[in-house]
């Protein structure tokens, strides 16, 4: 009951903040990008959630559960590319969104390329990848509410969802990374819970935890590569590259764009709040071997954290469980308003007259909700099981696919087909060889990320030479 009464007062303060900053969605700019004036502090804090999503919480530990703690490579890999992608090209994002009035990923490409269809289909495969990856998250957001307030899965994602629509909808991002930071510091609570169960079950002492691990399955702290590579050394190098390129995809740009400056003190501080979230999650990550070895039952790889939680830490749990809710919420918010804003530059010119009636806030408005209500669809239609793959096909394979118009594009040349080709073809790729088991997910993601580079590079050289 008591983590019923923390779930409620938690919910309350969120709608008082979306009431209070409802203001600002009087216009395009402020509702999506909140005037580009937002210390990076605050907004550090709202990225450092936004980043640690249902998979960093639950899927990453559920991994390490079923096939030992290879997901630590991964966190390494990610936490390198957060400090160099985002140090070297935040600065470029966030400055010529500014000039251009960018208010997301396809819409800075669009201006960037200078063609419409770039636009076009930027946003379509961003908002593709994004439902992906919202299936997930609203998964993991659906289990945890359940597990906090015992209703039904179902009837959870529902009350979940509507949650979060009514502060997205009453005041956009403003609202989005206000919460947001709340949720960053309420989930220190979970973080501290979490070190404190490791040492715990080693009697006070981490190493003794993980020698009992290591006696009971050494494989559980020694990566072997399944399921992501043939062999460690595939995994360790193909995670830093492609967590590297995790940095460009589209559900942290409202982030970006909406930091107050390029200045190297603001940058260094969002940057560092950002990079630290990786650092933390390789705790979490534990409670997956932990799971494995201390629990007198077996558990879905997906809950595996929540019934840790629940068996270990009885008077710690209402601050446990509310954190990893508060985690996915933070999530889930950004990729919604992230998706819609690239699916209303994909589609704008077929809603024109539509728009002209409404308005273009509006339009957002209906594009979030209808994204919500089809992923919340999906999300309750599959299995728990099919949250790990939704979210890192999806996510993944868009990360890799950008890094031709992106990574290379902003530094060598705009070229509008090379972007088009790259993406698509990339993406495709991607997908298609983790969704029929030719490849494991990560090599798949880093042929993606070669394929889009190497296209990239070879339909511009070839259109330059006609």
Not at 120 to 128: E, F, L, N, R, T
Not at 210 to 232: F, M, W
């Amino acid at each position: 009951m008591t983590t019923v009464w923390i779930m409620l007062a938690v919910i309350f303060l969120i709608f008082a903040i979306a009431i209070i900053y409802r203001k600002w969605a009087a216009s395009i700019e402020r509702y999506v990008v909140a005037e580009r004036a937002q210390s990076p502090w605050i907004n550090g804090l709202a990225l450092f959630s936004t980043y640690l999503s249902a998979w960093a919480i639950l899927g990453g530990p559920g991994i390490c559960y079923a096939y030992g703690i290879v997901e630590f490579a991964t966190f390494v890999g990610w936490g390198i590319g957060v400090f160099i992608i985002l140090w070297y090209y935040l600065p470029k994002i966030r400055d010529l969104g500014a000039k251009y009035g960018a208010t997301g990923l396809a819409s800075f490409m669009e201006a960037y390329f200078n063609s419409r269809h770039v636009g076009i289909v930027a946003g379509i495969v961003s908002w593709y990848a994004l439902l992906y990856y919202l299936v997930g998250q609203i998964k993991g957001l659906g289990l945890a509410f359940s597990y906090g307030t015992g209703l039904k899965y179902e009837v959870a994602v529902i009350v979940a969802i509507a949650v979060i629509l009514v502060y997205l909808i009453l005041s956009g991002l403003k609202a989005v990374i206000i919460v947001d930071a709340f949720c960053t510091i309420v989930m220190i609570a979970f973080f501290a819970a979490s070190l404190y169960l490791v040492f715990a079950l080693g009697g006070g002492n981490i190493f003794n935890t993980i020698e009992k691990i290591s006696s009971y399955d050494p494989r559980l702290l020694y990566p072997t590569g399944a399921p992501y590579t043939s062999d460690p050394i595939s995994l360790w190098v193909f995670s830093v590259l492609v967590y590297a390129m995790w940095q460009f995809t589209p559900y942290a740009w409202q982030n970006y764009l909406a930091l107050r400056s390029s200045k190297k003190k603001d940058l260094a501080i969002f940057v560092t709040l950002a990079t630290i979230s990786g650092g933390l999650i390789t705790w979490v990550l534990m409670l997956g071997p932990v799971g494995r070895v201390f629990l007198p039952y077996k558990v879905s790889p997906d809950t595996v954290v929540l019934e840790v939680g629940k068996y270990f830490l009885p008077s710690l749990y209402p601050l446990f469980i509310v954190g990893i809710f508060l985690t996915i919420l933070a999530t889930v918010d950004s990729v919604l308003l992230a998706g819609s804003a690239d699916l209303y530059i994909a589609i704008r010119g077929i809603i024109k007259p539509v728009e002209k009636k409404i308005g273009a806030i509006n339009i957002y408005r209906l594009i979030i909700v209808g994204t919500a209500v089809l992923a919340s669809y999906f999300a309750v239609v599959y299995t728990p099981e099919f949250m790990v793959y939704t979210m890192l096909i999806g996510m993944t394979g868009v990360s890799a696919a950008l890094a031709g118009p992106l990574a290379v594009g902003l530094l060598w040349k705009k070229d509008p087909i090379a972007a088009d080709v790259s993406l698509i073809v990339s993406l495709l790729l991607a997908q298609l060889l983790v969704l029929y088991g030719i490849t494991p997910w990560l090599t798949g993601c880093f042929i993606g990320l070669v394929a889009s580079v190497l296209l990239y590079i070879t339909i511009v050289l070839a259109r330059s030479h006609r």
